[in-house]
């Protein structure tokens, strides 16, 4: 019950009692439950609901009638009443033209927030109609009533920030699953923040791949006190660390919705938006229906050319730098470069002849990924996405920038199809296309996407397909140039399955290169570009013999479980693509055990995408050129929301000859 509304409630119960009149009150009654009539006229006829009253209220249709019948604090009221309708025919009408996808928790509490202080605007207007019609013994009336609601109000808030964190503390702790200690408000906020400044400033040797100690601190102290199964705290949310294999594939592999995708917060919504990746239950499984078509391997094989061809662009510019700089190579960031080529690559295979439109999404995608990180370890406070902040003004900006470039492009497609020329062979065609087949009315017709389900999908597979493969094509460049063995094994399969370096790739020769997958999935296993995942439970649940809370997070650490060396061996911690000789499955003692794509109904549906476009790109490099990390390199990983070399990667590039394979 709203604030404001608990006054007004508990006054009116008191007065009930008293028998005293309450003329505001029974104004508000007389305007919102029977039908009025003035000089015989009906102003509010019959309706079927109070959805259909409150429609006919926002239209506004009763105010030439009743206006002048009304003294002052009535149309005070009654223009509250206005106001408040409006709004809940705005949530009404967002989540109709969304259909079930926006009817998520993120959306309640955009419509609650908004009716909230449309509410609390009518209810001091209602509350100055008492004070007026009462006298001094209604203002007693109003403060008692208003302690009664503050002492409710704070008796809940210590049951949320108090007395809850210390039940389920208590409950996993009769378990035997422990952590550091609760504190009100923040949680382990503090020494997290505090453990992860005292590491930024650690570098790495070359040779090591343990990142943890810099990027995940408190995570590697937690686990040595507490074991692989702890309990965190975010803010007032208890977190479960789930550092066993078999938790975690019971997490991953659910089916039943019990272990749902979390809230990811306005501005991470406005950077991915609600595709894939974050919605859940019927909604998932109709996005998923429409969208996977475009993934098909069939369908990848055909874009080989569109990846070659983007690769080949940036390659040319190499080499010309590198013929310029002679036999000493020359010294390239490789890491932004491959962030444009990926980009210039998802333009091209996700919105064809529309790629210069991509790449300004592009642009603001990234803009938009830095909003995002810097908000992502501060505490949320409900509304602040309101508010209008420098970073918020601009994320709404971008967010407009995105939108209207997307709907350009979606319009345009819509309107060759009316044609009869097609929505286009490219990922956003070929989504249109199975979306305009579920579109044919009725049952079919609810398993189509809305308009904005397809901008968000459009976020999803643009942001995933451009700065995952970037960072897994930089630190493969990194591996291989700090293993220059492997880097020659893998440029003599290129060669031999692909051919030279004039010879055009083809999907079928890339996917014949066995080393250069298994290169890339050992990559992906020590600096995958997630290197945590969360989930959330639904309901109570019985996790492998653990009793999991409705509302816990469920924390999975990826980049530790791919260092577990009771499940990758002894040598977890070293690069040695061999182990994945005979396939993903059988890389470890544990099956399925590579994470970075996750598992079950959930795993990443553009998976096979990265992995070809990657293996274009490496052929391109590895048949033109040899290199080498170079000297000024700093080993750094950072989480930027994704994993990536903190300082960038600078690569030394020496030309090889195109028909020999040498320097």
Same mark, same amino acid.
């Given at each position: 019950?709203?604030?404001?509304?608990?006054?007004?409630?508990?006054?009116?119960?008191?007065?009930?009692?008293?028998?005293?009149?309450?003329?505001?009150?029974?104004?508000?009654?007389?305007?919102?439950?029977?039908?009025?009539?003035?000089?015989?006229?009906?102003?509010?006829?019959?309706?079927?609901?109070?959805?259909?009253?409150?429609?006919?209220?926002?239209?506004?249709?009763?105010?030439?009638?009743?206006?002048?019948?009304?003294?002052?604090?009535?149309?005070?009221?009654?223009?509250?009443?206005?106001?408040?309708?409006?709004?809940?025919?705005?949530?009404?009408?967002?989540?109709?033209?969304?259909?079930?996808?926006?009817?998520?928790?993120?959306?309640?509490?955009?419509?609650?927030?908004?009716?909230?202080?449309?509410?609390?605007?009518?209810?001091?207007?209602?509350?100055?109609?008492?004070?007026?019609?009462?006298?001094?013994?209604?203002?007693?009336?109003?403060?008692?009533?208003?302690?009664?609601?503050?002492?409710?109000?704070?008796?809940?808030?210590?049951?949320?920030?108090?007395?809850?964190?210390?039940?389920?503390?208590?409950?996993?702790?009769?378990?035997?699953?422990?952590?550091?200690?609760?504190?009100?408000?923040?949680?382990?906020?503090?020494?997290?923040?505090?453990?992860?400044?005292?590491?930024?400033?650690?570098?790495?040797?070359?040779?090591?791949?343990?990142?943890?100690?810099?990027?995940?601190?408190?995570?590697?102290?937690?686990?040595?006190?507490?074991?692989?199964?702890?309990?965190?705290?975010?803010?007032?949310?208890?977190?479960?660390?789930?550092?066993?294999?078999?938790?975690?594939?019971?997490?991953?592999?659910?089916?039943?919705?019990?272990?749902?995708?979390?809230?990811?917060?306005?501005?991470?919504?406005?950077?991915?938006?609600?595709?894939?990746?974050?919605?859940?239950?019927?909604?998932?499984?109709?996005?998923?229906?429409?969208?996977?078509?475009?993934?098909?391997? /069939?369908? $990848?094989?055909? #874009?080989?050319? !569109?990846? *070659? @061809?983007?690769?080949?662009?940036?390659? &040319?510019?190499?080499? %010309?730098?590198?013929?310029?700089?002679?036999?000493?190579?020359?010294?390239?960031?490789?890491?932004?470069?491959?962030?444009?080529?990926?980009?210039?690559?998802?333009?091209?295979?996700?919105?064809?002849?529309?790629?210069?439109?991509?790449?300004?999404?592009?642009?603001?995608?990234?803009?938009?990924?830095?909003?995002?990180?810097?908000?992502?370890?501060?505490?949320?406070?409900?509304?602040?996405?309101?508010?209008?902040?420098?970073?918020?003004?601009?994320?709404?900006?971008?967010?407009?920038?995105?939108?209207?470039?997307?709907?350009?492009?979606?319009?345009?497609?819509?309107?060759?199809?009316?044609?009869?020329?097609?929505?286009?062979? /490219?990922? $956003?065609?070929? #989504?249109?296309? !199975?979306? *305009? @087949?579920?579109?044919?009315?009725?049952? &079919?017709?609810?398993? %189509?996407?809305?308009?904005?389900?397809?901008?968000?999908?459009?976020?999803?597979?643009?942001?995933?397909?451009?700065?995952?493969?970037?960072?897994?094509?930089?630190?493969?460049?990194?591996?291989?140039?700090?293993?220059?063995?492997?880097?020659?094994?893998?440029?003599?399969?290129?060669?031999?399955?692909?051919?030279?370096?004039?010879?055009?790739?083809?999907?079928?020769?890339?996917?014949?290169?066995?080393?250069?997958?298994?290169?890339?999935?050992?990559?992906?296993?020590?600096?995958?570009?997630?290197?945590?995942?969360?989930?959330?439970?639904?309901?109570?649940?019985?996790?492998?013999?653990?009793?999991?809370?409705?509302?816990?997070?469920?924390?999975?650490?990826?980049?530790?479980?791919?260092?577990?060396?009771?499940?990758?061996?002894?040598?977890?911690?070293?690069?040695?693509?061999?182990?994945?000789?005979?396939?993903?499955?059988?890389?470890?003692?544990?099956?399925?055990?590579?994470?970075?794509?996750?598992?079950?109904?959930?795993?990443?549906?553009?998976?096979?995408?990265?992995?070809?476009?990657?293996?274009?790109?490496?052929?391109?490099?590895?048949?033109?050129?040899?290199?080498?990390?170079?000297?000024?390199?700093?080993?750094?990983?950072?989480?930027?929301?994704?994993?990536?070399?903190?300082?960038?990667?600078?690569?030394?590039?020496?030309?090889?000859?195109?028909?020999?394979?040498?320097?």
């Amino acid at each position: 019950m709203l604030f404001l509304s608990s006054i007004l409630m508990l006054t009116r119960v008191t007065h009930d009692l008293t028998k005293t009149p309450l003329p505001a009150v029974a104004v508000r009654d007389r305007f919102m439950s029977a039908p009025v009539h003035s000089q015989g006229r009906r102003i509010f006829p019959r309706h079927s609901s109070d959805k259909a009253f409150a429609l006919y209220l926002a239209s506004g249709r009763w105010r030439h009638r009743y206006t002048p019948y009304l003294n002052k604090a009535e149309s005070a009221l009654l223009h509250s009443v206005n106001i408040y309708t409006h709004t809940q025919r705005h949530c009404w009408h967002t989540q109709r033209r969304t259909r079930r996808h926006h009817s998520t928790v993120h959306l309640r509490a955009d419509c609650s927030l908004l009716q909230f202080a449309v509410w609390v605007h009518a209810d001091f207007l209602i509350v100055s109609c008492l004070l007026l019609d009462m006298g001094t013994g209604g203002v007693a009336l109003v403060a008692a009533a208003l302690a009664v609601v503050v002492v409710t109000r704070l008796w809940t808030v210590l049951l949320h920030l108090v007395w809850r964190p210390y039940a389920v503390a208590s409950a996993f702790a009769r378990q035997g699953i422990r952590g550091p200690p609760y504190r009100v408000l923040v949680g382990n906020s503090k020494e997290v923040q505090a453990m992860r400044a005292a590491t930024s400033g650690d570098t790495l040797d070359l040779t090591s791949h343990d990142y943890i100690p810099r990027v995940m601190p408190q995570y590697r102290a937690w686990m040595s006190l507490y074991g692989k199964v702890f309990l965190t705290w975010s803010s007032s949310t208890p977190a479960l660390f789930v550092g066993s294999y078999d938790m975690v594939r019971r997490v991953l592999f659910d089916k039943s919705g019990l272990y749902g995708k979390t809230d990811p917060g306005p501005t991470i919504l406005s950077l991915i938006g609600m595709g894939l990746v974050f919605t859940d239950g019927d909604d998932w499984s109709r996005h998923r229906r429409i969208v996977h078509p475009a993934f098909a391997m /069939d369908k $990848l094989k055909s #874009m080989t050319g !569109a990846m *070659a @061809a983007c690769a080949a662009e940036v390659i &040319r510019t190499w080499e %010309a730098r590198a013929a310029a700089s002679g036999e000493q190579g020359v010294t390239v960031e490789v890491g932004q470069q491959f962030t444009e080529l990926t980009a210039d690559v998802i333009s091209h295979t996700a919105f064809g002849s529309s790629y210069r439109q991509g790449k300004e999404v592009f642009l603001a995608q990234r803009e938009l990924q830095f909003i995002a990180f810097a908000s992502i370890n501060s505490v949320r406070v409900p509304g602040m996405q309101y508010v209008p902040t420098k970073a918020n003004v601009r994320r709404w900006q971008l967010e407009r920038t995105v939108r209207g470039t997307l709907m350009a492009i979606i319009g345009e497609r819509h309107a060759a199809a009316k044609e009869a020329r097609g929505y286009g062979s /490219d990922l $956003l065609g070929l #989504m249109l296309e !199975a979306n *305009a @087949a579920g579109d044919g009315g009725g049952k &079919r017709h609810q398993q %189509a996407m809305s308009i904005d389900e397809i901008i968000d999908e459009c976020k999803t597979f643009f942001f995933a397909g451009h700065d995952t493969t970037a960072h897994l094509l930089t630190w493969a460049m990194f591996l291989l140039g700090t293993h220059p063995e492997w880097q020659q094994q893998l440029r003599d399969e290129v060669i031999r399955e692909c051919g030279g370096a004039d010879v055009p790739l083809r999907g079928d020769a890339l996917n014949k290169l066995k080393l250069v997958t298994m290169v890339l999935y050992e990559t992906l296993r020590l600096y995958g570009a997630v290197p945590m995942i969360a989930r959330q439970a639904t309901a109570d649940a019985d996790l492998c013999g653990v009793k999991v809370p409705k509302g816990t997070l469920l924390l999975i650490p990826i980049a530790m479980l791919h260092r577990d060396e009771e499940v990758w061996g002894a040598d977890a911690g070293a690069f040695n693509p061999l182990r994945f000789r005979d396939g993903m499955g059988r890389a470890a003692a544990h099956p399925n055990a590579l994470l970075s794509f996750s598992l079950g109904p959930r795993s990443c549906i553009g998976q096979d995408f990265a992995m070809l476009e990657a293996k274009a790109t490496l052929a391109l490099i590895l048949r033109r050129f040899a290199f080498a990390v170079a000297p000024e390199y700093v080993h750094a990983p950072a989480d930027f929301l994704t994993l990536q070399p903190s300082k960038g990667l600078p690569v030394v590039l020496k030309l090889l000859d195109p028909h020999t394979s040498a320097i």
